[in-house]
Each structure stands twice: as C-alpha cells, then as structure tokens.
C-alpha cells in the first residue's frame, strides 16, 4: 500500500473533507436549477422534490419523521407537505401508531411526479464526464456518507 491508501490524519482529512463539504452545496444548487429550468412548468421545489422522493423510497411516514431523516425542521417540512398537498400530490392518513400524528402518503399523480422529476435528473446526471469509474463513484458515496454519518447527531429542531 502506497501513502495514497492510508487513512489521513485527522487534521489533514478535516481540510480535505472541507474542499468536498465546499461543492457539495453548489453542486446541489446548481443540479437542482437545471432540473428545475428544464420543466418550470411543473413546479416542484427541490423542498417538495425532497419530500415526495422521501416517500417515494420509505412509503408514508409523519412529518417530524421526515424532517428526523433530512435533517430538517418540523416547520419547513410541513410547508413542503402543504405545498405538495395543494397540489394534489400527498394525502394526509390516519397513523394507527399515533392518533395525534397523521401519516403523510403519496398519491398517484405524487408517484407520477416524483418519477419524472427523477427522470429528468437521471438524464442530467446521465452528462456528467471525467470518466467516472464504478469505484469512483462508491467512494464518493462512502466518503458522503460518513459525513452525514458524523453530522447525524446534530439536532435541527
């Protein structure tokens, strides 16, 4: 094994996660206008985009469990279900495990939406050049990961 291999010392790994940390939030914004500019017509915010993929992968869940799983807050994870519910793509459920914290469902025009939107972002990232490799890209995700991983103990609410 080459120095390449070895796991860095903590200060050195805390620059260098920076230098990821400092695309992370640019790379989102931008990915997200250009979803978002290539079909304004539907209207999903990356707010609603979050909720409704949220759903999509884990079935229906309450409000303070989907702001738990995005690391946000109880609030604005209810003004997204709003949004989302005005426009017909969720439905409020009764929740059998708490009478007082409804469960939160995708409908079928919210499957529909959700997929297109998923869609479009396939296509966009389908352009993404450099030669990626499978490895490349499964040690983006586990460096990610570990991130979120270390951060998950920050409470938003």
Not at 16 to 27: A, H, I, N, Y
Not at 63 to 75: D, E
Request: hydrophobic share 40%.
């Amino acid at each position: 094994m080459n120095d390449i291999d070895q796991p860095l010392p903590p200060d050195e790994l805390g620059h260098r996660l920076s230098e990821v940390f400092d695309l992370v939030g640019p790379l989102y914004r931008r990915a997200t206008r250009k979803v978002e500019q290539a079909e304004p017509v539907e209207g999903v915010s990356a707010g609603v985009r979050a909720v409704l993929n949220l759903l999509r992968q884990n079935g229906p869940m309450t409000v303070p469990q989907m702001g738990r799983a995005q690391a946000l807050s109880r609030q604005f994870v209810q003004r997204m279900v709003n949004d989302a519910a005005a426009r017909g793509w969720v439905e409020t459920v009764p929740n059998p495990a708490h009478q007082r914290s409804s469960l939160i469902r995708l409908t079928e025009e919210g499957r529909s939406t959700i997929a297109h939107v998923l869609g479009r972002e396939h296509h966009l990232m389908r352009q993404v050049g450099g030669g990626l490799t499978d490895a490349d890209v499964r040690t983006c995700v586990r460096v990610l990961t570990e991130m979120v991983r270390t951060f998950d103990h920050v409470d938003v609410d």
